[in-house]
Each structure stands twice: as structure tokens, then as C-alpha cells.
């Protein structure tokens, strides 16, 4: 079993960064496929990215793609979301989220993931 938490969100003004932090215990997260999604009020949830376990393949939605970089820090047992050029639509509630063996087509789905953090609200000012 691992335990998530996230941290790292915050106010930033549009076209700033910010780096958000998932940081585990009770298991070793480079042992986990590790994604981050997103849900903004009175819409969906929303896939950003993954990380994948074994290989460290990474993949992001198009709509962050070039803007976002996801990483690990085994030494810190932590991944890493890196967003840049932030815009107003980015604002929502950010979630990492962990599962093991996952296969290529569910790495989008977050009903795949086992274990999930709290979320950190992102809020980007135009």
C-alpha cells in the first residue's frame, strides 16, 4: 500500500510555473506507474500525464503537452509535475495517483489507479 501527497499548488499569474510534488510512503513509488490528473469545477477529471513504472516512459495530454514535464526522484521517493506558461484554463484541483502493472491503453484512466493523494488547487490568474 502507498500513501500519496501532493503539494506544490498554489496562486500563479498566467504564463508563470509552478512545480507540483507527490510525494509517497508505505512503498517505494519508482515501483508504481505514477499519473497526474487534473479536475476543474463543474467539469471532469482530467488525465495530464504518467510516469511509467520499469521503463520511465512518459506521456502527457495534448493539452499540456510542451508545457508540462513530468519526473521522478527515487532518492526523495517523489514525482514531479513541472508546468510552465500557465494559462487561466490549467485552474483546477491536481491529483497524483499510483497503480502497478498497469498496460499502455489504461495509463489515461483514472479508474485504473489504486491509490490516490488529496489534490492541490492550481489557480492561474489572467
Known amino acids: 500500500q502507498v500513501e500519496l501527497v501532493e503539494s506544490g499548488g498554489g496562486l500563479v499569474q498566467a504564463g508563470g510555473s509552478l512545480r507540483l510534488s507527490c510525494a509517497a510512503s508505505g512503498s517505494t513509488l519508482r515501483s508504481y506507474t505514477v499519473g497526474w490528473f487534473r479536475q476543474a469545477p463543474g467539469k471532469e477529471r482530467e488525465f495530464i500525464s504518467v510516469i511509467r513504472e520499469s521503463t520511465n516512459n512518459r506521456y502527457y495530454a495534448d493539452s499540456v503537452k510542451g508545457r508540462f514535464t513530468i519526473s521522478r526522484d527515487n532518492a526523495k521517493n517523489t514525482v514531479y509535475l513541472q508546468m510552465s506558461s500557465l494559462q487561466s484554463e490549467d485552474t483546477a484541483v491536481y491529483y497524483c495517483?499510483?497503480?502497478?502493472?498497469?498496460?499502455?491503453?489504461?495509463?489515461?484512466?483514472?479508474?485504473?489507479?489504486?491509490?490516490w493523494g488529496q489534490g492541490t488547487q492550481v489557480t492561474v490568474s489572467s
Open positions: 495517483a499510483a497503480a502497478r502493472g498497469m498496460i499502455l491503453s489504461s495509463l489515461r484512466q483514472g479508474d485504473k489507479y489504486s491509490y
